[in-house]
């Protein structure tokens, strides 16, 4: 298992920017595929952004293609989400996930998550 800390959310304008970071602990991070996850109120999660082990490899949902971009970098354990242009529908509480297994690609593959930031955009 690894041990995932988010943070970065907050209250932001429509319009405007916000930065997520998540630190993972232990030495094999680069092992994990990792991905961002949200639930806004009354709704299922749903998956925002993936990035395998290397970060060579992405995948949006169709809602955030061109305004969000899921990064990583493997010597400080950490994966990170940009966030422009946020419109009220991105407000979700966001969780940080990690997988081992080969199905990176596959939403379902997520096993280890952190405990959430809070995102609120403002009409």
């Known amino acids: 298992q690894v041990q995932l800390v988010e943070s970065g959310g907050g209250l932001v304008q429509a319009g405007g920017s916000l930065r997520l970071s998540c630190a993972a602990s232990?030495?094999?991070?680069?092992?994990?595929?990792m991905g961002w996850f949200r639930r806004a109120p009354g709704k299922e999660r749903e998956f925002v952004a993936l990035i395998s082990w290397s970060g060579g490899l992405t995948s949006y949902r169709d809602s955030v293609k061109g305004r969000f971009t899921i990064s990583r970098d493997n010597a400080k354990r950490t994966v990170y989400l940009q966030m422009n242009s946020l419109k009220p529908e991105d407000t979700a509480v966001y969780y940080c996930?990690?997988?081992?297994?080969?199905?990176?690609?596959?939403?379902?593959?997520?096993?280890?998550w952190g405990q959430g930031t809070q995102v609120t955009v403002s009409s």
């Open positions: 232990g030495r094999t991070f680069s092992s994990y595929a």
């Open positions: 996930a990690a997988t081992q297994l080969s199905s990176w690609s596959n939403p379902k593959a997520y096993d280890d």
